[in-house]
């Protein structure tokens, strides 16, 4: 059994996405974060920080926890291989492909932060690099193909996906740029992105 810790409308949110994409069963369970004091303490247990998305895995040698959108995303991809959704091991793209997935955590998501909350910063100084650099490299890699990683789609887009549709159209930090536009409709018109969107408005 699959356990998805969530919050509606927040960075939980391209989990819920992948967990779609990649057809297995999952149970959901809530997590309040926006309560008066944040969650509860004893979600702590799974997730320090009280922070949304995590998962929780039972397998054959017992339960497994993860946290963070990037280990979930690299987890669920190669534990459940019959999605595809993950090149194999010693595929060329297995590198693009993992730079991709932690590129969302590592790099997009802090410069998003940075440049909502307006902040006066160098970027040799910050690890995660500007804003600047951020858009102009998701727009060279699709400029250059369909996907994050190649014409292929992989786990890597549902993380690039959900942050570009909420950057773009629900925060309207990005430029709303006629490749960025064209990949957010080649996943609207995958059936997962669908469920997805119907379940995300049904939560509004």
């Known amino acids: 059994m699959l356990t998805f810790f969530h919050c509606p409308h927040t960075r939980s949110s ?115 690099g500007t804003f600047a650099d951020m858009v102009a490299n998701l727009e060279r890699t699709l400029t250059t193909h369909a996907y994050a990683v190649g014409d292929r789609f992989t786990a890597a887009d549902t993380q690039w996906g959900v942050m570009l549709y909420w950057a773009m159209d629900v925060m309207g930090l990005f430029q709303d740029k006629p490749i960025f536009r064209a990949y957010l409709n080649r996943l609207a018109n995958r059936p997962a992105f669908q469920r997805f969107a119907k379940a995300m408005a049904a939560a509004a």
């Open 14 to 128: 391209s989990i819920h996405y992948l967990l779609e994409e990649l057809g297995v069963a999952y149970e959901t369970e809530i997590i309040d974060i926006h309560a008066q004091g944040g969650a509860s303490e004893s979600y702590r247990t799974v997730q320090p920080h009280k922070k949304v998305p995590a998962i929780r895995h039972a397998t054959a040698k017992g339960d497994v926890v993860v946290t963070e959108r990037a280990a979930i995303t690299l987890y669920l991809a190669d534990a459940f291989p019959r999605a595809g959704l993950a090149p194999a091991l010693d595929d060329p793209r297995r590198g693009p492909y993992l730079t991709s997935v932690v590129y969302v955590d590592a790099v997009a998501d802090p410069c998003l932060v940075a440049h909502l909350n307006q902040w006066q910063y160098e970027g040799k100084g910050a690890a995660f």
